[in-house]
């Protein structure tokens, strides 16, 4: 039997928002699929997506944190699961400009936020 039949849970905000929170504290995908109440099967349909929709471009500016302090940045390169983020010292805490260098790599689960700053700029 072919069961390839698109995810029945529709991707709200509220379902986007609580797939991502949990991603990024390091979930499993059946604890996702409990808190979600769908069977397994379709929790990694929905957290396909939104993994696909919350996936950074080139260009993108973010804000992480590292070591409890907040770093923002312009990504330069993807990579599998992290991208490389050029630092903006002059919105980031300058604590850990030390301890960083330039560019550094950051996984895309402890991406916080995406902004805007290049804009600000302008």
Same mark, same amino acid.
């Given at each position: 039997?072919?069961? $390839?039949?698109?995810?029945?849970?529709?991707?709200?905000?509220?379902? $986007? @928002?609580?797939?991502?929170?949990?991603?990024? %504290?390091?979930?499993?995908?059946?604890?996702? @699929?409990?808190?979600?109440?769908?069977?397994?099967?379709?929790?990694?349909?929905?957290?396909?997506?939104?993994?696909?929709?919350? %996936?950074?471009?080139?260009?993108?500016?973010?804000?992480? $944190?590292?070591? %409890?302090?907040?770093?923002?940045? %312009?990504?330069?390169?993807?990579?599998?699961?992290? @991208?490389?983020?050029?630092?903006?010292?002059?919105?980031?805490?300058?604590?850990?400009?030390?301890?960083?260098?330039?560019?550094?790599?950051?996984?895309?689960?402890?991406?916080?936020?995406?902004? $805007?700053?290049?804009?600000?700029?302008?």
């Amino acid at each position: 039997m072919n069961n $390839q039949s698109k995810s029945k849970v529709k991707l709200t905000a509220k379902t $986007q @928002a609580l797939v991502e929170s949990e991603l990024r %504290r390091g979930t499993s995908k059946s604890r996702i @699929a409990t808190l979600l109440d769908v069977p397994y099967d379709e929790a990694v349909t929905v957290i396909k997506r939104v993994k696909e929709s919350v %996936r950074p471009d080139i260009g993108d500016e973010v804000r992480f $944190q590292f070591r %409890r302090y907040t770093i923002v940045g %312009r990504i330069e390169k993807l990579l599998n699961n992290s @991208a490389v983020v050029w630092i903006y010292w002059n919105y980031s805490d300058r604590a850990m400009s030390d301890v960083l260098d330039e560019r550094t790599v950051v996984n895309f689960k402890d991406i916080q936020e995406f902004v $805007q700053i290049a804009a600000k700029q302008a």
